[in-house]
C-alpha cells in the first residue's frame, strides 16, 4: 500500500523555523510532482510549494523568500525548510505526490495525513 507520512510540526515563535519531511513509502515505481498545501482554520487548502523531479519549484506568494521545498529522490522524501514563521503560517500542513504504483503502473494522487503548524507567542 503506497501511502505519506509527515513530520516535523509542532509549537514555534514568530520568527522561529520548522522544517517538514514527508515520506512516501510502499511499492512505489516512480514520483512525479511533491508539494505542500496547508489549510488554516475555516479557510480552504491552498498550495504552499510544489517541487518536480527535475528539481523545479513553485511557490505561493505568502511564502516566497521564506519557505523552501526540496526532495530526495533517493529517500522518496519531500522536505519544507519554513523560516520567519509568522501566525499567519498556523495551519495544517498536508503533503501531495503523484505516485506510481510498482505492480499496477497506475499513477494516482495522494495526500498525507496532515501536521500541524502552530505559531504563537
Known amino acids: 500500500q503506497v501511502q505519506l507520512v509527515e513530520s516535523g510540526g509542532g509549537l514555534v515563535q514568530p520568527g522561529g523555523s520548522l522544517r517538514l519531511s514527508c515520506a512516501a513509502s510502499?511499492?512505489?515505481?516512480?514520483?512525479?510532482?511533491m508539494g505542500w498545501y496547508r489549510q488554516a482554520p475555516g479557510k480552504q487548502r491552498e498550495m504552499v510549494a510544489r517541487?518536480?523531479?527535475?528539481?523545479?519549484?513553485i511557490y505561493a506568494d505568502s511564502v516566497k523568500g521564506r519557505f523552501t521545498i526540496s526532495r530526495d529522490n533517493a529517500k522518496n522524501t519531500v522536505y519544507l525548510q519554513m523560516n520567519t514563521l509568522k501566525s499567519e503560517d498556523t495551519a495544517v500542513y498536508y503533503c501531495?505526490?503523484?505516485?506510481?504504483?510498482?505492480?499496477?503502473?497506475?499513477?494516482?494522487?495522494?495526500w498525507g495525513q496532515g501536521t500541524a503548524v502552530t505559531v504563537s507567542s
Open positions: 501531495n505526490a503523484d505516485l506510481r504504483e510498482h505492480w499496477t503502473q497506475r499513477t494516482d494522487n495522494y
Open positions: 517541487i518536480t523531479g527535475g528539481g523545479g519549484t
Open positions: 510502499g511499492s512505489i515505481f516512480s514520483i512525479g510532482v
